[in-house]
């Protein structure tokens, strides 16, 4: 699922990564109203980055339905997985993004040990136990925290804080 506030119409990209580099396409989805998606990446077995663009959201701050400029991007990257897998229940959000760049950052790059230890170290940070497989609430749906994981609430509501200290500094890109 793609979320900056669930993002619809999204284009979703998988690359390969070798020896710790973003390496070749290996699979593309859209995802649907909700943000969801699902993509098959073929024989390919090992870390996947998955990079979003394009689609629409509607801004937590502002209420306003954004659409990606040309050119951003919100990532995940995954430690190895097998051949055959598809990929569904991912979550790409703007903290996923934050770890990939740690991982890509660290000595060695985008190994299965970096992307594990960048991933654990923005959990901990947002206090969200897994933030590849739990899915944020979004705090734009009345109700919507009724029965949501703390995990879920605390995911959700950091992407709303970010998306209000964007607007509070000005910041109109998405």
Same mark, same amino acid.
């Given at each position: 699922?793609?979320?900056?506030?669930?993002?619809?119409?999204?284009?979703?990209?998988?690359?390969?990564?070798?020896?710790?580099?973003?390496?070749? #396409?290996?699979?593309?989805?859209?995802?649907?109203? *909700?943000?969801?998606?699902?993509?098959?990446?073929?024989?390919?077995?090992?870390?996947?980055? !998955?990079?979003?663009?394009?689609?629409?959201?509607?801004?937590?701050?502002?209420?306003?339905?954004?659409?990606?400029?040309?050119?951003?991007?919100?990532?995940?990257?995954?430690?190895?997985?097998?051949?055959?897998?598809? !990929?569904?229940?991912? #979550?790409?959000?703007?903290?996923?993004? @934050?770890?990939?760049?740690?991982? *890509?950052?660290?000595?060695?790059?985008?190994?299965?040990?970096?992307?594990?230890?960048?991933?654990?170290?923005?959990?901990?940070?947002?206090?969200?136990?897994?933030?590849?497989?739990?899915?944020?609430?979004?705090?734009?749906?009345?109700?919507?925290?009724?029965?949501?994981?703390?995990?879920?609430?605390?995911?959700?509501?950091? @992407?709303?804080?970010?998306?209000?200290?964007?607007?509070?500094?000005?910041?109109? *890109?998405?």
């Amino acid at each position: 699922t793609v979320t900056k506030g669930p993002m619809s119409n999204a284009t979703v990209v998988a690359y390969g990564v070798n020896s710790g580099q973003l390496g070749g #396409q290996i699979g593309t989805a859209t995802t649907d109203a *909700s943000g969801n998606f699902s993509l098959a990446v073929g024989n390919y077995a090992g870390p996947v980055m !998955l990079q979003a663009s394009a689609g629409t959201y509607i801004d937590e701050a502002t209420g306003a339905t954004v659409t990606m400029a040309p050119g951003d991007v919100i990532t995940a990257v995954m430690p190895s997985m097998a051949a055959g897998t598809t !990929l569904n229940g991912i #979550q790409v959000t703007p903290v996923t993004a @934050m770890a990939q760049a740690m991982a *890509s950052h660290m000595a060695g790059g985008l190994t299965d040990a970096n992307i594990a230890a960048a991933s654990k170290a923005m959990g901990q940070y947002f206090a969200v136990s897994d933030i590849l497989h739990v899915p944020p609430m979004n705090p734009l749906v009345p109700g919507s925290g009724t029965g949501a994981s703390v995990d879920s609430q605390n995911y959700g509501m950091t @992407m709303a804080a970010m998306s209000k200290y964007a607007q509070t500094l000005g910041l109109s *890109s998405s």
